[in-house]
């Protein structure tokens, strides 16, 4: 077994076919053939299920399949690590939530990419739960979520604090009001982001803290999906303060504070602790840390859980 084997098995799981692995891989089909027997026989067992469709993996090939991406994703982290030397370049993969990518991050990013040019940046949005996924997974080298997180793998560094606060219609005034359509009218709904939400799930906990555990969701893809539904009185959800108070002060929403401070989460940047630090991603760190007011890693005393200290100026 080495590295060239499993990047071929990686390509015939992921298109499904020799032949299309074949086509992605510019090679021959009896080229992807021999690699796939050769690595089988080397592993005394069947990878794939071959039919008229293509291939599906067995059991040992799901097993294997990880490493063999993991693999694949370090061998090229470290030719770009040769390559890129002190000189950022390559593909940076990120995740955000997509609050944070649309308030937070485009002055962070337009920042970034006039200082280096030479890096592509990929941006995955998503929920909180997929998101630490990704990054574990390596599919992304980093992703801007909500805390808390505990996860040994993971380095995190606290960005910034958000109050996150119900927002309902214009016409509703007070706390009462949105306890008292949400208990009252049997069409109200709350309006959420998809399952794995951080948002969703402190939502979900207000609703069961106040025995409105009847209340239906009404899953959306989008923030604008959200927001639309809201403003039209279809229900109520939980969104951070920045991005309701500008619809609140031209009329569209209202919005109405958690009490006792349970609308405060705070937003972390985490990537994998054994992740190797190209030289792009190491340059967005200093830019996050410069954009974010973050005391800078090596000055930054630690809290006791190792958390680094931070500003939300």
Do not use: W
């Not at 606060?165 to 009252?184: F, R, Y």
């Not at 991603?281 to 410069?290: A, G, P, Q, V």
């Amino acid at each position: 077994m080495n590295s060239a084997d499993l990047m071929f098995f990686a390509a015939v799981a992921e298109a499904g076919g020799i032949s299309r692995a074949a086509a992605v891989l510019n090679t021959v089909q009896s080229n992807v053939t021999g690699r796939i027997r050769a690595l089988e026989q080397a592993l005394h067992t069947t990878l794939f299920y071959r039919g008229t469709r293509g291939v599906t993996l067995t059991r040992a090939g799901e097993r294997l399949l990880p490493y063999a991406m993991q693999v694949g994703r370090l061998l090229a982290d470290a030719e770009q690590a040769v390559l890129s030397d002190e000189t950022p370049q390559g593909l940076l993969r990120l995740g955000s939530m997509e609050t944070t990518a649309a308030l937070r991050l485009p002055r962070l990013l337009t920042n970034y990419a006039a200082h280096y040019p030479e890096v592509d940046i990929e941006l995955e949005l998503g929920p909180t739960e997929a998101l630490i996924t990704s990054v574990l997974d390596r599919k992304i080298e980093a992703a801007f979520v909500a805390g808390p997180i505990s996860q040994d793998d993971l380095a995190t560094i606290p960005v910034l604090k958000e109050e996150l606060v119900l927002v309902a219609g214009a016409k509703i005034q007070t706390h009462d009001e949105v306890l008292a359509m949400l208990g009252s009218k049997r069409e109200a709904r709350v309006l959420v982001f998809k399952t794995g939400c951080s948002y969703r799930l402190r939502l979900e906990g207000f609703l069961a803290a106040h025995g409105l555990v009847h209340v239906r969701r009404m899953d959306f893809g989008t923030l604008d999906g959200i927001i639309g539904c809201v403003e039209a009185g279809m229900g109520v959800s939980l969104l951070p303060r920045v991005v309701a108070e500008p619809m609140q002060r031209s009329g569209r929403v209202s919005i109405h504070a958690l009490p006792d401070g349970a609308g405060i989460a705070q937003t972390l940047l985490v990537y994998r602790k054994d992740s190797l630090l190209t030289a792009a991603f190491e340059r967005f760190l200093d830019h996050t840390y410069s954009a974010f007011e973050l005391l800078p890693k090596d000055d930054a005393p630690a809290d006791p859980k190792g958390a680094l200290c931070f500003s939300t100026k």
